[in-house]
């Protein structure tokens, strides 16, 4: 029986940050496929082109700020799960960006089996 290959859009203007978390999650996720976009254009432009099972978000983006972009997707993508990664605290910006939409706020400073266990726990529903 094949695995059924679950898709994570990971949006974030850093590279290293990006390929960090990508890095992460395909190792302990092997089912996963992982896209990346470095703003609000090409994340809207990869939702829009293809299915995504979760989208990871950074809250600071060039342009569209991350919240203004997660607004964008809830609209437009209801079912798709958005799960912010973000360096600011948690104290300060998570109830923000679950009132706009998010399922779940990790700060970058988590311990990164917290990223792989929220990225599963949204994956899962």
Known sequence: MATVRRSILLVDDHPVVRQGIARILAAAMFEVRISEAVDSVSALEQLRAGTFH????????????????????????PSTPVLVVSMHPADQFAQR???AGAIGYVTKDSDPQELVQAARVALAG
Request: proline share 4%.
């Open 54 to 77: 979760l989208v990871l978000l950074d809250l600071t983006l060039p342009g569209d700020s991350g919240l203004s972009l997660l607004r964008k997707i809830h609209r437009e993508f």
């Open 97 to 99: 960006a679950l009132q």
